[in-house]
């Protein structure tokens, strides 16, 4: 049982860490907005990082609107990681896992100061 918990706790970080970067985090050389840019998702043009809207249509957009959803994208990439840990390893996950908690603890640590 013991088991479970940690690897659901690990999966769980994992998957927030990378729908977090794939929603709405710039990522290394504006990798992550880029795609949302070209799956036609629009950002503020005050260079907020943040999407505000799905422009594209077709194709395009439902993945666009899942992909500004960190909820609707989290569960598709928890299934992903999900089936990486039990087809592959668990150890590709465990980095993500800790930038979550990294994140989580900056975060907490912000609204103290």
Partial sequence: MLELIAATTIVGLAAWRVAAMLAYEKGPGRVFKRLRSALGVTHAPDGE????????????KPIAEGLICPWCLGIWVAGGMTALWLLVSPW????????????????AMEKTV
């Fill in 92 to 107: 590709p996950l465990v980095p993500l896992a800790a930038s979550a908690i990294l994140l989580l603890v900056e975060r």
């Fill in 49 to 60: 990082e943040q999407p505000i809207d799905v422009a594209s249509s077709g194709w395009r």
